[in-house]
């Protein structure tokens, strides 16, 4: 067998498999606790009410019975998988319980109402996060990449508008599915019709002037940037729920941080590295994250 299909996480999946029945057959049964199963009234209401909301109808007698043993079903198979400590090398189930136990510690400490003076710290401490993304207004002549000549006709039309010749740019280049004048467009807004490409090289052309070619996702342009708008900073009353929910959101962050903080004193690790220094210290010390 090659050492290649001894590494198929499938290859050991089959083996854990065979090795769990041959256990069962041969011992008459898992060893497990056994015990009782009780399903309670609450958690019967549980049940028929997660029926109701995905039915719009509470169950009848038939369908809740099922929903009961398909309960006890899922109880039994639980009680005997960590018997056999199968959750234990699973890291679907491992990061199910550290998300769980994350959920959890988030609800421990109510977070608090921030102040209008917090709020106005936190925008002016995260400027970036909140600007007005910047706009511009342009015309633009378009030439398709998959007529001939293009390249040539786009260079001789950009001469003549720079040389001031009285010409209708409106008047050249080729059909385009798009608008041949955008008011007030975002970078996002450019970039999602023509490309990043493009969105980005119509931040650097000047006002006032005929500028190209620029390519796009279509071909190329002659671009005449009529005004920029480089952004601005929104006062806290018009962006006001938004800087909230982020300050929130933050404030949650550093709590887990300190919620993880305080787990980790509680151990000491100790990483094996396989190319560890000799002199190197073992462990490591139960403050370090």
Do not use: C
């Amino acid at each position: 067998m090659s050492r290649s299909l001894l590494r198929e996480p499938l290859l050991h999946f089959v083996l854990l498999g065979a090795g769990l029945f041959l256990a069962y057959g041969w011992t008459g049964g898992f060893a497990s606790g056994g015990g009782g199963v009780v399903i309670t009234q609450g958690r019967i209401a549980q049940l028929s009410a997660g029926f109701e909301r995905m039915r719009q109808r509470p169950p009848d007698r038939a369908e809740l019975d099922e929903l009961i043993a398909e309960a006890i079903r899922e109880e039994v198979y639980y009680r005997e998988a960590k018997a056999l400590r199968l959750d234990e090398e699973d890291t679907l189930v491992r990061r199910r319980l550290q998300q769980k136990l994350e959920f959890l510690s988030e609800g421990t400490a109510p977070v608090p109402e921030p102040t209008d003076a917090q709020l106005q710290a936190y925008l002016q401490g995260n400027v970036g996060n909140f600007r007005s993304e910047p706009r511009l207004s342009f015309r633009h002549v378009y030439f398709s990449s998959q007529r001939e000549g293009a390249g040539r006709d786009s260079a001789a039309l950009l001469r003549r508008l720079q040389a001031g010749t009285a010409v209708d740019a409106d008047t050249f280049g080729d059909p385009f599915l798009l608008a041949r004048r955008f008011d007030q467009a975002t970078s996002s807004e450019l970039a999602q019709l023509f490309g990043e490409g493009f969105a980005t090289a119509l931040q650097d052309l000047p006002t006032g002037s005929w500028q190209g070619p620029v390519t796009s996702g279509f071909g190329v342009h002659l671009v005449r940037v009529e005004t920029r708008d480089a952004g601005r900073v929104p006062s806290l009353t018009e962006v006001r729920d938004s800087v909230r929910r982020e300050w929130m959101h933050d404030w949650r962050q550093r709590e887990n941080a300190r919620f993880y903080a305080d787990l980790r004193k509680r151990y000491t690790v100790t990483v094996e590295h396989p190319d560890a220094d000799a002199d190197a210290p073992p462990a490591l010390a139960g403050t370090q994250p």
